[in-house]
Nanobody
Framework: QVQVVESGGGLVQAGGSLRLSCAAS????????MGWYRQAPGKQRELVAI???????NYADPVKGRFTISRDNANNTVYLQMNSLKPEDTAVYYC???????????????WGQGTQVTVSS
């Protein structure tokens, strides 16, 4: 059974920093794209950042220059370093991983349960 578990959320003042972690565990053959989405109250879920297994990254415009995504391929873990946080970054942050469980089986997306990030002004 595959699990995707986030950690590291919390309450921080504007201008502060947080680091989110997300680990995919279980019987995994390979992890392809991993990344983060977020959903603020009353809004749709939106992309924050993604990273391919080779290290290529992509960021949403609102977080460019402030957030950094990285990963540890050996442990199927992805990180999101969030600096210069703003109140508008307040949201539930969801991790996802595109995983291949066995050779010949198509990859699937797996989502974490979400972690709350609250930025006070």
């Amino acid at each position: 059974q595959v699990q995707v578990v986030e950690s590291g959320g919390g309450l921080v003042q504007a201008g502060g920093s947080l680091r989110l972690s997300c680990a995919a565990s279980g019987n995994i053959f390979s992890a392809n794209v991993m990344g983060w989405y977020r959903q603020a109250p009353g809004k749709q879920r939106e992309l924050v950042a993604i990273i391919a297994s080779g290290g290529t990254t992509n960021y949403a415009d609102p977080v460019k220059g402030r957030f950094t995504i990285s990963r540890d391929n050996a442990n199927n873990t992805v990180y999101l370093q969030m600096n210069s946080l703003k109140p508008e970054d307040t949201a539930v942050y969801y991790c996802y991983a595109s995983l291949v469980l066995r050779v010949g089986v198509p990859r699937r997306l797996y989502w974490g349960q979400g972690t709350q990030v609250t930025v006070s002004s």
